[in-house]
């Protein structure tokens, strides 16, 4: 099994709809998961961290955790044109002591 | 701008050439890594410092060679590159090495002809 597994989409979401992107991890007893956005061309810039179940605001972003099912997901609400990006999910891999990132979902977002 | 900056941005090379790509940091961390991003392909980890000392060799091929002199600057040498290489090199540093954010750089894209 992968460690960090996305789909790799593309996902299609309406202008002004809500996006929801998902994340599976292999590793039971990682701690630390990050949503980054990458841009076509350009490098990732981290949108959110979590660290504990449940949810986390910022913004138009939520994050929720859940690490009985090994699941973390980024929903965007009020989706727009300059949300198309993909979307990378990063855990970190306690025993080796480093993040180990999916292969990003690629979004698009249709005005 | 995340306080990482990459020279150059872009490089092309010949097999047989020599290079070297830079990567600075203005945050004051203590960790910094080398990515690799190819197309379809997740982001790989190739390298990575803590502290100036070298703590991870994810298997890199010899052609690429890290260097760290100090915590703020990172380079990474390249000789006799192969095309398979070609990809987008990606600098990132954290606060220390281990479950913190990482900021990336801008990246070099590297075309190995």
């Known amino acids: 099994q992968k460690e960090v597994e996305q789909n790799s989409g593309p996902l299609s979401v309406p202008e002004g709809a809500i996006a929801s992107l998902n994340c599976t991890y292999s590793d039971r007893v990682s701690q630390s998961f990050f949503w980054y956005r990458q841009y076509s061309g350009k490098s990732p810039e981290l949108i959110m961290s979590?660290?504990?179940?449940g949810d986390k605001e910022d913004g138009r972003f939520t994050a929720q955790l859940n690490k009985a099912s090994q699941y973390v997901s980024l929903l965007i609400r009020d989706s727009q044109p300059s949300d198309s990006a993909t979307y990378l999910c990063a855990v970190n891999v306690l025993r080796d002591d480093k993040i180990i990132f999916g292969k990003g979902t690629r979004l698009h977002i249709l005005p | 701008e995340t306080g990482v900056t990459q020279t150059p941005r872009h490089l092309v090379m010949g097999m047989t050439n020599k290079k070297s790509l830079k990567c600075e940091q203005h945050?004051?961390?203590?960790?910094m890594y080398w990515y690799k991003q190819s197309a379809k392909k997740p982001l790989e980890l190739m390298f990575v410092y803590n502290f100036k000392e070298q703590t991870e060799n994810n298997s890199v091929p010899s052609r690429f060679s890290p260097e760290c002199p100090n915590s703020s600057h990172l380079f990474l040498h390249l000789h006799t590159l192969q095309p398979e290489d070609s990809a987008l090199y990606l600098c990132?540093?954290?606060?220390?090495?281990?479950?913190?954010?990482?900021?990336f750089g801008p990246g070099t894209r590297l075309l190995v002809l």
């Open positions: 990132a540093s954290s606060q220390e090495r281990g479950p913190e954010t990482q900021y």
């Open positions: 945050l004051g961390h203590n960790a």
């Open positions: 979590i660290y504990s179940n």
